[in-house]
């Protein structure tokens, strides 16, 4: 399993490319992307997004926590989750998003999560 901007060009080490963001990201076209599969529902809810986008550097660790509860407890995170864990098992996998920080974002936290998850 792999993590990448969205913005970095494709390698066809790529495999499945899933888009992890709640919404597409700006100035790229959907024919430009080369996305496999949306998968809106794993992104942070609309509020929690809100919220840490207020301030993200200060409120990352908050965020993490945060992310990490809804991943755990929502219905619709863990039947994303499971999608998740059934591609990575039948080919490689790319994580992509598009956020431009790329230490600071809830793809970060959705990749150590799922580190442990599978």
């Known amino acids: ?23 597409w990201p700006r100035g790229i076209r959907k024919e430009e992307a080369y996305v496999d599969i949306w998968l809106k529902e794993i992104a942070p809810t609309d509020k929690l ?29 863990q039947e994303a989750l499971n999608k998740i864990k059934k591609w990575v098992t039948e080919s490689p996998v790319t994580l992509v998003y598009g956020a431009k920080n790329e230490l600071i974002n809830h793809a970060v936290v959705l990749y150590d999560f799922l580190l442990d998850y599978l």
């Open 1 to 23: 399993m792999y993590l990448k901007r969205i913005y970095i060009p494709t390698d066809p080490s790529d495999g499945t490319r899933i888009l992890i963001d709640r919404l």
């Open 49 to 77: 997004r809100k919220w840490f986008h207020e301030n993200p550097e200060q409120r990352f660790s908050e965020f993490r926590i945060l992310y990490n509860q809804e991943l755990t407890t929502s219905l619709s995170h």
